[in-house]
């Protein structure tokens, strides 16, 4: 079964759209962050948060996602982005496995790095922020998996 209301948002996300964007302090690197509780058992996607318009690089060993133990046994988990505006004015297509490609929620609890599909810095630059999101598919996320995701980028 698909979510009601699919692509679902994380609190965070839902906030930011709501005007209620928190920034968490003016270090270089930053982190956004996302957290989201399964409402009803299935697959689908979840908008986790957006990242900022302009130049930033996004560091996939510094990005980290846990996500329960709580999961049919073939659940497969993507991160990807949604389509965005590049910074002269051409879409840069949505692509649900540019930061993880089927990882293995079915098999157990995950708390781990993103650095497995992109080991280098990811440089990125839009004209109005980039939403990044998760997907389910294969098998159903169970009702109140819980998902948190990290991710680190600067300003470049």
């Known amino acids: 079964m698909t979510f009601t209301g699919d692509p679902l948002s994380s ?7 709501a005007g209620m964007k928190e920034v968490a302090d003016d270090s270089p690197i930053r982190y956004a962050y996302g957290t989201w509780t399964c409402a009803e058992a299935g697959v689908g996607e979840v908008n986790m948060f957006k990242l900022p318009a302009g130049r930033i690089r996004i560091y996939p060993e510094l990005c980290w996602l846990v996500i329960g133990d709580t999961a049919q046994a073939t659940c497969d988990l993507h ?22 490609n089927n990882l293995d929620t079915g098999g157990g609890a995950l708390d781990q790095n993103l650095d497995d599909v992109v080991t280098a810095p990811t440089l990125m630059n839009s004209q109005d922020g980039i939403i990044v999101y998760v997907m389910f598919d294969t098998a159903n996320v169970d009702l109140a998996s819980v998902l948190h995701l990290w991710f680190a980028y600067t300003h470049a």
Request: charged share 30%.
């Open 11 to 17: 609190t965070q996300y839902a906030a930011e759209i």
């Open 79 to 100: 991160i990807g982005h949604r389509a965005y505006v590049n910074e002269d004015g051409t879409t840069v297509s949505e692509d649900d496995n540019e930061w993880a």
